[in-house]
């Protein structure tokens, strides 16, 4: 069965950290790009961060560049999001996924895992 188990959401102040784990089971975790996306109340989801271990390959979007950094655990199958100098904007529920490559894993992905929430306030 595959599984992508996001963990590590919760409530920070302005200016905190938070990191975010998305573990993976059930499905060859080198052959797939992890990403993590996030959505807002009344806001279109946003890919927030992808890594490909395979290629070395990773993506911010520039509204979390400079302030948060994906790493992947390939021993672990575990992907993580550090999430540094948090702001109120930065607020949603968070899922990581899985798709073939970074560069379509905002048009296709094969895999998502259950969101977890991050709260941020001023």
């Known amino acids: 069965e595959v599984q992508l188990q996001a963990s590590g959401g919760g409530l920070a102040q302005a200016g905190e950290s938070l990191r975010l784990s998305c573990a993976a089971s059930?499905?060859?975790?080198?052959?797939?790009?992890i990403g993590w996306f996030r959505q807002a109340p009344g806001k279109e989801q946003e890919e927030v961060s992808c890594?490909?271990?395979?290629?070395?390959?990773?993506y911010y979007a520039d509204s979390v560049k400079g302030r948060f950094t994906i790493s992947s655990d390939n021993a672990k199958n575990t992907v993580y999001l550090q999430m540094n100098s948090l702001k109120p904007e930065d607020t949603a529920v968070y899922y990581c996924?899985?798709?073939?490559?970074?560069?379509?894993?905002?048009?296709?992905?094969?895999?998502w895992g259950q969101g977890t929430q991050v709260t941020v306030s001023s």
């Open positions: 996924a899985a798709a073939p490559g970074c560069a379509v894993i905002a048009r296709t992905t094969d895999y």
């Open positions: 059930g499905f060859t975790f080198d052959d797939y790009a």
């Open positions: 890594i490909s271990s395979s290629l070395g390959s990773t």
